[in-house]
């Protein structure tokens, strides 16, 4: 199928005689005609759309004259202008992405063109990267002429073509910014690099800061994904090499090294970025660079541009509607009145609060009685409210249309309409029943076999006991003893001694069998306890469960009670047995020769205490201790291995 032709783009001298009407409609054509050859296969696509220079230059004029429309042309924005320019960049990328591509949109000044127009896509830059791959040797040629025709200019920046290279270079600077390739393309050879350092010394201030922005994305490209650092140091060096020649009497000149070094990131970049064997090169080059700063130079700050998206402060009604406490007032009673009412417009709503004060129950019972004013009665009753975050906009205030909020029971049996009829009733389902006949309903009942199936799989320790009164956990500080004299506690104890003592002796006595309870020893333990076989059993059960009563059992009834009425003494007393008949404890001694417990009359120092000798001794050591200074301690040391039995 063969589409119409598309007419180009006028220029801004034949907008300015176009009606906003049929403006309208060159959009609306545009539009669908780019939509129809979107929409387009692949093969149709190549054989029609691509040879169809009508097309081609309507891309073109497109992307030439958008980046120079002005703020006060009334068709510059608005929805349709919004989706011809994103049907625009969606055949651009098309065509580029493409392996025959037209020579017309590998020029460099289509490329410029794209890229000032969508210099914000992040889906640009990996278009131009793809482009370069596949399609560098048709690029370069007119990169190549743009080159030349610069460096020609740049050398004679002085002559009456500033105006003309300022607008260039300012065409060319998107194209820098997106495609570092061609960045790179630019940075190949000095040439150009000597050509912007020379203009700059004679171009006015305008083109002296589009020769620094040129030359800064030229050399941050060499930082990019595949970086040249050796190539960027080079030029820095050559850079640097110029700025010294300038010198003249001692005063430093404003050449473009020091407006790159005073105004652009240029040397940080080059610090975060250079590492590895370039880096000790780098750093000795960025401490030269430093000294080209200017410190009188004021860097631009930019500042955010006023866009005009202050808050909306009076609407139609006269009220405040975007921002602010009064607004969120008026919306909780347009939400309250569309609750009762919901095929109302909220501007409808706004404009029947002003009518009434805002009062929400004189507006509800003039629209239930239809007392309405004729102007109201007259009016758009589902007009909606516009501006931001109305219905105007595509995106509904969420206080003016509240959403539903979803719950546990949607999408039921009962949403569906899925339920059995017969399932349904009004109110209780047997009226007649009463708790009493309910209870007395023994058909669900469970039978006596499965209440004791469950008896004998329960456990006692699934439930932590409360030990809050333990005498372990409080300090023994509770008397647990029983009053003295009451007769049922000792019988109660008698019975637990009894089990405990038979349980101690033979644990077999507790067994659940017949030939257990027809023992002897049952029968005896049934007789001192009075108890029964299963209770018998079941104390037995109880005490293998709680290990701490066993314990308490044990501590309670246990025969050794911790005392010892008499303590023997252990320590080494002299008989007649004893080698040596004179020093053999008591008795008359030789007091010059005291060794240690030396022995005197009456028994040595280590007599008993109540012995008369025993002190004597004592006193006696104590005195001639410090006369005698102990000088027979080789003779006593002879003496006592003698008595050892040792040689010597």
């Not at 230059?57 to 002005?70: D, H, I, R």
């Not at 076999?449 to 300090?475: K, M, N, P, Q, W």
């Not at 205490?609 to 027979?632: F, L, M, P, V």
Request: charged content about 25%; overall charge neutral.
């Amino acid at each position: 199928m063969k589409l119409p032709p598309v007419a180009p783009f006028p220029p801004a001298t034949l907008r300015g005689g176009v009606t906003l009407g049929e403006w309208e409609a060159c959009i609306d054509a545009w539009t669908a005609l780019v939509a129809m050859h979107l929409r387009l296969s692949a093969q149709d696509f190549a054989s029609h759309s691509i040879k169809d220079d009508s097309l081609v230059a309507f891309l073109t004029s497109y992307v030439q004259e958008v980046p120079n429309l002005s703020g006060d042309e009334t068709y510059v924005g608005g929805l349709k202008s919004r989706s011809l320019r994103r049907e625009c960049f969606l055949l651009a990328y098309r065509f580029l992405s493409d392996d025959r591509i037209p020579s017309s949109l590998l020029d460099w000044a289509f490329l410029a063109d794209l890229c000032s127009t969508y210099v914000k896509s992040t889906s640009l830059r990996g278009l131009f990267g793809g482009l370069w791959s596949r399609h560098a040797t048709s690029i370069e040629p007119s990169l190549q002429n743009l080159r030349h025709s610069l460096i020609r200019d740049l050398e004679n920046a002085s002559g009456g073509k500033t105006e003309y290279l300022a607008s260039t270079l300012f065409r060319i600077g998107p194209l820098l910014y997106v495609s570092q390739d061609v960045s790179r393309f630019f940075m190949v050879g000095s040439d150009l690099l000597d050509a912007l350092f020379a203009g700059y010394m004679n171009a006015p201030p305008p083109l002296q800061r589009r020769i620094v922005t040129t030359t800064y994305l030229g050399l941050i490209s060499l930082l990019g994904a595949v970086p040249n650092i050796s190539l960027l140091l080079d030029h820095l060096y050559g850079l640097k090499s110029l700025a010294d020649t300038r010198e003249k009497g001692g005063k430093r000149a404003e050449t473009l090294v020091s407006d790159l070094v005073t105004n652009t990131p240029l040397l940080r970049k080059l610090r975060d970025k250079v590492y590895g064997t370039d880096a000790v090169r780098a750093k000795s080059l960025v401490s030269l660079l430093e000294t080209f700063r200017n410190p009188k130079e004021k860097r631009h700050i930019f500042r955010k541009t006023n866009k005009g998206k202050g808050r909306a402060t009076i609407g139609d009604s006269g009220q405040e509607l975007f921002g602010g406490k009064a607004r969120v007032h008026r919306m909780s009673l347009v939400t309250q009145i569309q609750e009762l009412f919901p095929n109302l417009g909220s501007d409808f709503i706004m404009k029947l609060l002003d009518e009434y004060g805002s009062n929400t129950e004189l507006v509800t019972s003039h629209l239930l009685e239809g007392s309405l004013p004729p102007h109201l009665h007259n009016a758009d009753w589902t007009e909606e409210l516009s501006g931001p975050g109305g219905a105007a906009d595509g995106n509904p205030d969420p206080l003016l249309n509240p959403q539903p909020i979803p719950g546990v029971f949607d999408n039921d049996v009962f949403d569906n309409l899925a339920i059995d009829a017969s399932r349904l009733h009004i109110g209780r389902k047997n009226k007649t029943q009463t708790a009493d006949g309910l209870l007395s309903d023994r058909s669900n009942a469970p039978n006596k076999a499965t209440i004791l199936s469950a008896l004998a799989g329960f456990d006692s320790d699934d439930d932590e006991r409360d030990d809050t009164y333990d005498v372990e956990d409080i300090g023994g500080t509770v008397d647990s003893a029983s009053p003295a004299g009451d007769p049922s506690t000792d019988q109660q104890n008698e019975k637990e001694e009894a089990l405990f003592s038979a349980y101690k002796h033979d644990p077999g006595v507790f067994l659940r069998d017949s030939a257990t309870r027809l023992s002897k020893a049952r029968q005896t333990l049934k007789a001192e306890t009075g108890m029964t076989d299963e209770a018998i059993e079941g104390w037995s059960i109880m005490l293998g469960r709680d290990p701490r009563r066993l314990k308490k059992l044990e501590a309670k009834y246990t025969a050794f009670i911790g005392a010892q009425r008499e303590l023997s003494s252990t320590a080494y007393r002299g008989g007649l047995d004893d080698s040596g008949t004179e020093e053999a404890g008591g008795g008359r001694g030789y007091r010059g020769k005291r060794g240690r417990g030396g022995r005197g009359r009456g028994g040595g120092v280590t007599g008993s205490a109540s012995e008369r000798g025993t002190q004597i001794s004592r006193r006696g050591k104590e005195a001639n201790k410090g006369s005698r200074a102990n000088h027979s301690r080789r003779d006593r040391r002879a003496h006592k291995m003698a008595r050892g039995g040792f040689a010597g």
